[in-house]
């Protein structure tokens, strides 16, 4: 799990700690190795987007 025990989601509904929305948290035990590869790419951008987001965003 991509999980980091920072477990906060923002006004999207995505977690500040890992990037999953939370409809992909829930699933992440019954996907297969490619669904939670996709989830993990998304994830990563999600991330990269909230660090590049402003104070305001």
Known sequence: SPC???CRLDGQGI???C???AEEI???LSLDREGRWA???T???RRR???NRG???
């Open 39 to 41: 989830i993990l790419r």
């Open 55 to 57: 104070p305001d965003e």
């Open 15 to 17: 977690c500040i700690g």
């Open 26 to 28: 829930r699933c992440w």
């Open 43 to 45: 994830a990563a951008e």
């Open 4 to 6: 980091c025990q920072v």
């Open 19 to 21: 990037g999953r929305s």
């Open 49 to 51: 987007k909230l660090n």
